[in-house]
C-alpha cells in the first residue's frame, strides 16, 4: 500500500458518535470495605452446617457474623 498517495478522511471529526462506551452504573460494586483473604479449618459438620446457610462459605459466615452483631 502507498501512503504517500492517501488523502485525509473528510469526514473526519464531523462524526457524532451516540453509541459504545461504558454505560453508566455498569461493573461490579465496590465493596463496602476492603475484602482479607483468611484461611480457616473447619469440621465437615460445621462446614456442612454453613453450606446450607449459603452454598457460598464465605457469604455464610458474613451472615452469621451479620445475624451476631
Known sequence: MD???SRPNPYAGRV???HGGK???AGRR???EPIERHTITLYR??????RRLDHNLSRA??????KAR
Not at 459438620?45 to 454453613?50: E, I, P, Q, S, W
Open 3 to 5: 501512503y504517500g498517495k
Open 61 to 66: 459466615i458474613r451472615k452469621l457474623i451479620a
Open 30 to 32: 465496590p465493596a463496602p
Open 45 to 50: 459438620t460445621h462446614a456442612d452446617y454453613l
Open 23 to 25: 454505560r453508566p452504573g
Open 16 to 18: 457524532k458518535f451516540t
